[in-house]
């Protein structure tokens, strides 16, 4: 559904993607996974056809994104970082204006924002300006706006930063939900739970290179099953293990505090990036 070969972004002097390939299946909800700064927002520019690869080539359901454009950007909805309705406006005529801006007749306009705002929970605000709502409501006002047109991928960037816990547990239902209706999604955050929790796949982007891509079942599994904590020196050290009895003989044979948990992903990622000390 998603595939790129190679893309390469350079701003100036900057090189914020340094080539970098994927394929993301029909129906897959994929997480790109990075630190602010690694590239996330520029690929999924490039994908929905708000920037020109510096190199590469890249297809959304087999239109290429700069041959076929407009074909390519009809397969697209997108949720962009920063919120970006119009305030003044209420949520209703957001979304019709979004529609007309996808040549959607009135009717059939108006038929779909009665369904999405009911999807998410919001039909009772839809005569309201947009400048009334939380930050919650426009996050999901901003992903039915970008299901108007009916796409075949969701790209969502980064659809909770910013949210308490709660809302961000909604969003993520809302997210799932979507996902069962058919849609591919494509979900940039640098929350690691939420793409533990969320993602079928998961690409690791770091400096502009995917540093990791697998399940994320998988690359939990390929560290450990437990993970050891050690407080030593006002440092934090972890270490990894197969076998809860094997980490216990560890302990018993030291000195010092230790707390067992199991493996998460953000240790996967520590120990691909290599930025905090492992034992
Ligand atoms: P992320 O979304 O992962 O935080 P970005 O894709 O926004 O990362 O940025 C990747 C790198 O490219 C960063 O170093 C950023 O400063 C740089 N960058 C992004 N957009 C621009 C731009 N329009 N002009 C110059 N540099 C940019
Ligand atoms: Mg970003």
């Not at 190679?6 to 914020?16: C, I, M």
């Not at 897959?28 to 520019?45: A, C, D, V, W």
């Not at 996808?102 to 108006?110: C, N, P, Y």
């Not at 690691?192 to 998988?218: C, H, M, S, W, Y």
Request: charge should be neutral; hydrophobic fraction near 40%; charged fraction near 25%.
């Amino acid at each position: 559904m998603i595939r790129f070969e190679n893309l390469r972004k350079t701003y100036g002097h900057v090189e914020a993607l340094k080539g970098i390939s994927l394929h993301v299946g029909e129906g897959e909800l994929f997480s790109y996974l990075g630190p602010n700064g690694s590239g996330k927002t520029t690929t999924i520019k490039i994908l929905t056809g708000l920037a020109v690869p510096s190199a590469g080539d890249a297809w959304i359901h087999g239109f290429h994104i700069e041959k076929e454009s407009l074909h390519a950007k009809r397969q697209c909805g997108l949720v962009t970082q920063n919120i970006n309705l119009d305030n003044e406006l209420t949520v209703a005529e957001n979304l019709h204006l979004h529609g007309k801006l996808f040549q959607m007749k009135r009717k059939e306009r108006a038929e779909r924002i009665h369904e999405l705002l009911h999807y998410i929970e919001i039909a009772d605000r839809m005569d309201s300006p947009v400048k009334s709502l939380s930050g919650g409501m426009k996050r999901r006002v901003m992903i039915a706006r970008a299901l108007m047109h009916s796409p075949r991928v969701l790209f969502l960037d980064e659809p909770t930063a910013g949210l308490d816990p709660a809302i961000r547990r909604r969003i993520w239902s809302l997210v799932k939900n979507i996902q069962q209706s058919g849609t591919t999604i494509f979900l940039t955050t640098h929350y690691i739970e939420e793409a533990e929790f969320l993602a079928d796949r998961v690409a690791f982007l770091n400096e502009g290179k995917i540093a990791a891509l697998d399940t994320p079942q998988n690359l939990m599994e390929g560290l450990g099953i437990w993970a050891l904590d050690r407080v030593a020196d006002q440092e934090m050290q972890t270490s990894f293990f197969r076998d809860r009895e094997e980490a216990n003989r560890h302990i018993a044979a030291r000195e010092g505090s230790f707390s067992l948990r199991r493996v998460n992903l953000e240790d996967v990622f520590i120990a691909i990036t290599g930025k905090k000390v492992m034992e």
